[in-house]
Nanobody, 126 residues
Framework: VQLQASGGGLVQPGGSLRLSCAASDRTSSDYTMGWFRQPPGKEREFVSAMRWSGSTTNYADSVKGRFTISRDRAKNTVYLQMNSLRPEDTAVHYC????????????????????WGQGTLVTVSS
């Protein structure tokens, strides 16, 4: 499956953005969709993930309570709603998927994902 991420941009601290990740093919309930990000000069890190069925979600501690992952079955699209953005959220954000239903503890491991989108830059700055 091919993934197309979009929605990044420049936003002031405290602002909001919604990222989208459209999958080229229909995804089954067994799929896991994830969001990762790579801040400037740092390693890629996990942000959030969910089973396509909606049964399981996971968030990095740094984004809990601020970010929400969701999906639209009809549009084959997963979203990342980002609120209360901080300068440290500045990063290239990537969506990823696998046709395996990952358990919550496995979701943060990038090696478990097979397909990756091209990345979309989020810049939080005043």
């Amino acid at each position: 499956v091919q993934l197309q991420a979009s929605g990044g941009g420049l936003v002031q601290p405290g602002g909001s953005l919604r990222l989208s990740c459209a999958a080229s093919d229909r995804t089954s309930s067994d799929y896991t969709m994830g969001w990762f990000r790579q801040p400037p000069g740092k390693e890629r890190e996990f942000v959030s993930a969910m089973r396509w069925s909606g049964s399981t979600t996971n968030y990095a501690d740094s984004v809990k309570g601020r970010f929400t992952i969701s999906r639209d079955r009809a549009k084959n699209t997963v979203y990342l709603q980002m609120n209360s953005l901080r300068p440290e959220d500045t990063a290239v954000h990537y969506c990823a998927s696998t046709n395996r239903g990952l358990i919550m503890s496995a979701m943060p491991d990038a090696r478990g994902y097979v397909s990756w989108g091209q990345g979309t830059l989020v810049t939080v700055s005043s």
